[in-house]
């Protein structure tokens, strides 16, 4: 099996693996109980909060550990206070649109800005959407494509605007480089399983800013999440954000990767989505003309390479891309949306042997049809 | 590899379909599991009905049971194109369509087929109840016959696939009887054994075909329920929902015998009794042969899919054919499909004019 399918779950790095068994096999309570088994958790959950803030140049006391990436947007956007409007692009991830939704619900107005011509919307749009107290919600790296949206540039904006910004770093992390000490931004979520760790999540949060918790119950996460954490998955989550810089240098080796399945699916006619702005190593996204997606997936899947339509969906039900839509809106270009393959990949378990396997995979079946 | 290759086996979650699956599994093949994504099943109507999700859930569970892979495939896009707006046209002309048909012969069987060649697949299998047969080289490369069991044989829905995708068709329960099928959904451990058939047509589980047409293409034009002199006895909303041979909801109650629907013409629902309802001749239209006849011949034709083939002589036409039974037939509607039988082996069909 090839294993492309990074941006929706990375594959568990040897090191986390081994972590997370010696956590298994410890004497472990609940992390917030105040005995020896309880402290031996909680060192574990206060291990992961450190690695994860020092891979974010943040202090470990602003990061707090969520379940999933989902629930790390949702607190990230919700906890936030009350904003004057809420503005964000159309290339956001599910979880992030439906939080942004959550505010329009409760009476918020949301701006949606728009992408084109395969590019993120510029930060002159944004700033024509700014308004103080304004809450700007994007994604630094888009989870279908590898775009990489001028946050920085975003950031200096809302500065200028007294607009708040929070970037859903998911896709970001362990891709490029994170510094959120200079960003300007008041707060940044994470996910482990990008990263070669277990499903998790994490938040930082600016400390000068009030979080509202959206869960609520026991006082963990100083009073910001409440729930027990789990100890194994934070053991995981600790050894690969304590890896993150490795897994940073191993990103020019994967660029490589990726332009060779890049050439591959452009030798067979395909488009490339996103191509016209700057992107992340990890993914390349694009259309075969006269191939729909959940067909060539599964074509794929049958000569032992794992793809993905797009951002991975739960529900079973297949809709066009939704991102390659936004990048190309134009009528004649909705068949890119409708056939967008997405190949993401990253250090773990992965060599220049199987990305050979997989060209030659994908060659036999794209030759089954002409176009 | 499997020794015989890969087949994509069509699996809709129910016994039938996975027992299929079952069967090429043990006889050596490389089973690829599919679950055409058709319709998306409105409000309540979503429990244990046909593209349901709960049934993608059997399907897939079948396939882990199996251990093969599963995959759904979207054609909701072609099935409305295809099958539903062809069907709801057809009952606002007053006719009773087979939708069944025409969803075998184009969403599931042609796209299948086609799907199946992206996928590497040399063959194609469903749990249709019906046999075929290696053909005489040339004019009749494969031969379709009735299903063994007879009660169950679905080979009426088939005669409007194209030769070249029956040749590469497998049907793994055409010699079994239902029962025997049951039996081995058992035998084979699967999860659904003892899920219960389905029978409604699958994007309107309740039946309510009126309610169904109008939601999709809102009221329609209203007309009279009116004997064969013309003299009115009632009125309705639209003809769709209306078929011949029909008795209940004619909205025409009272005393005397019971009234039919002999015909539907323009806006007018034309009923009268039951002796009416018995013809001797049918016309049919839009007729596909799987074995060319030379000319005129004695078989059998099914006037639908719960019909005994009635023995009949058969005359090919330009357009179509024409059809004389030896015995008068109780309401042949048109819409439905007419399928025409030698024996076991369907010759082809067309639909009632």
């Known amino acids: 099996m090839i294993y492309l399918d990074h941006h929706a779950a990375t594959p568990l790095a040897p090191l986390a693996r081994r972590a997370m068994a010696d956590a298994l096999g410890a004497a472990l309570g609940n992390p917030a109980s105040p005995h020896a088994a309880g402290r031996a958790a909680r060192a574990l959950v206060e291990r992961a909060r450190a690695a994860v803030g020092s891979s974010l140049g943040a202090r470990a006391a602003d990061i707090v550990l969520t379940g999933g990436g989902t629930e790390a947007c949702e607190l990230m956007i919700r906890g936030m206070p009350r904003p004057s409007r809420v503005v964000t692009t159309e290339l956001e991830h599910p979880a992030v649109r439906e939080a942004c939704r959550g505010w329009e619900r409760a009476g918020v107005e949301v701006r949606w800005l728009p992408a084109a011509c395969g590019k993120p919307p510029s930060p002159a749009q944004l700033s024509e959407a700014l308004t103080p107290g304004a809450l700007v919600v994007v994604q630094w790296v888009n989870h279908e494509t590898g775009t990489i949206l001028p946050v920085a540039?975003?950031?200096?904006?809302?500065?200028?605007?007294?607009?708040?910004?929070?970037?859903?770093?998911?896709?970001?992390?362990?891709?490029?480089?994170?510094?959120?000490?200079?960003?300007?931004?008041?707060?940044?979520?994470?996910?482990?399983?990008?990263?070669?760790?277990?499903?998790?999540?994490?938040?930082?949060?600016?400390?000068?800013?009030?979080?509202?918790?959206?869960?609520?119950?026991?006082?963990?996460?100083?009073?910001?999440?409440?729930?027990?954490?789990?100890?194994?998955?934070?053991?995981?989550?600790?050894?690969?954000?304590?890896?993150?810089?490795?897994?940073?240098?191993?990103?020019?080796?994967?660029?490589?990767?990726?332009?060779?399945?890049?050439?591959?699916?452009?030798?067979?006619?395909?488009?490339?989505?996103?191509?016209?702005?700057?992107?992340?190593?990890?993914?390349?996204?694009?259309?075969?003309?006269?191939?729909?997606?959940?067909?060539?997936?599964?074509?794929?899947?049958?000569?032992?390479?794992?793809?993905?339509?797009?951002?991975?969906?739960?529900?079973g039900v297949r809709a066009p891309s939704p991102v390659v839509r936004a990048l190309y809106p134009a009528e004649e270009d909705a068949w890119r949306a409708d056939s967008a393959l997405r190949l993401s990949l990253g250090p773990e378990g992965l060599d220049a042997l199987q990305v050979d396997a997989a060209c030659a995979a994908m060659r036999r079946v794209l030759r089954r049809r002409f176009g | 590899m499997g020794a015989k290759g890969r087949v994509l086996v069509a699996m809709s979650g129910g016994v039938d379909s996975s027992v299929a699956a079952a069967l090429l599994v043990e006889a050596g093949w490389q089973v690829v599991g599919v679950t055409l994504h058709l319709w998306d099943a409105e409000g309540e109507q979503k429990v244990g009905r046909c593209c349901a999700p709960e049934d993608r859930d059997d399907a897939r569970r079948t396939c882990e049971h199996l251990g093969v892979p599963h995959y759904v495939i979207d054609e909701r896009a072609s099935f409305r194109r295809d099958v539903v707006e062809p069907f709801l046209d057809e009952y606002r002309a007053g006719r009773t369509p087979s939708p069944c048909v025409h969803c075998n012969r184009t969403v599931k069987l042609l796209r299948l087929a086609e799907i199946a060649t992206d996928l590497g697949c040399s063959h194609v299998a469903t749990g249709h109840y019906a046999r075929l047969l290696q053909g005489d080289e040339g004019e009749a490369p494969v031969r379709l016959l009735r299903g063994r069991d007879l009660a169950k044989d679905q080979s009426y829905f088939l005669f409007g696939v194209p030769p070249a995708v029956l040749g590469r068709m497998l049907f793994p329960l055409g010699d079994l009887e239902k029962e025997a099928s049951r039996a081995e959904a058992r035998r084979l451990g699967l999860p659904n054994a003892d899920k219960p058939d389905s029978q409604e047509l699958c994007f309107v589980p309740d039946g309510d075909v009126r309610a169904f047409s109008r939601r999709e293409r809102g009221p329609s034009a209203p007309g009279v329920v009116r004997d064969a002199h013309g003299e009115v006895l009632g009125r309705h909303e639209g003809v769709e929902g209306f078929t011949v041979g029909q008795r209940k909801g004619l909205g025409v109650g009272g005393g005397g015998a019971p009234r039919y629907v002999l015909r539907i013409v323009g806006s007018d629902v034309v009923v009268g009794s039951g002796d009416e309802l018995y013809r001797h001749e049918l016309e049919a239209v839009g007729v596909r042969w799987l074995r060319a006849p030379r000319g005129a011949f004695d078989g059998q034709v099914r006037i639908r899919y719960r019909h005994e083939p009635a023995p009949a002589h058969i005359e090919p036409r330009a357009e179509g054919f024409h059809v004389r039974f030896e015995a008068p037939q109780r309401a042949i509607t048109p819409g439905q499909a007419a399928v025409v039988y030698v024996g076991d082996e369907v010759l082809g069909g067309g639909f009632i004019a």
Do not use: T
Not at chain 1, 156 to 179: E, F, K, S
Not at chain 1, 213 to 242: H, I
Not at chain 1, 258 to 273: F, P
């Open chain 1, 153 to 315: 540039a975003y950031a200096r904006a809302c500065g200028r605007a007294g607009a708040r910004l929070v970037v859903d770093a998911i896709q970001a992390y362990g891709r490029l480089p994170i510094d959120v000490a200079d960003l300007g931004v008041s707060a940044l979520c994470v996910a482990s399983h990008k990263v070669g760790g277990p499903v998790a999540g994490a938040l930082w949060v600016d400390r000068e800013v009030p979080l509202e918790p959206r869960l609520r119950g026991g006082g963990q996460e100083r009073g910001r999440r409440a729930g027990s954490q789990d100890p194994v998955v934070a053991a995981g989550f600790a050894a690969a954000a304590e890896a993150l810089a490795g897994r940073l240098e191993r990103m020019a080796e994967v660029a490589d990767w990726r332009d060779r399945l890049e050439a591959e699916l452009l030798a067979a006619g395909a488009v490339v989505n996103g191509a016209e702005a700057e992107r992340v190593p990890s993914v390349v996204n694009a259309s075969v003309p006269g191939w729909r997606s959940d067909i060539l997936v599964a074509a794929l899947d049958l000569e032992g390479v794992c793809a993905s339509p797009g951002a991975a969906c739960s529900s």
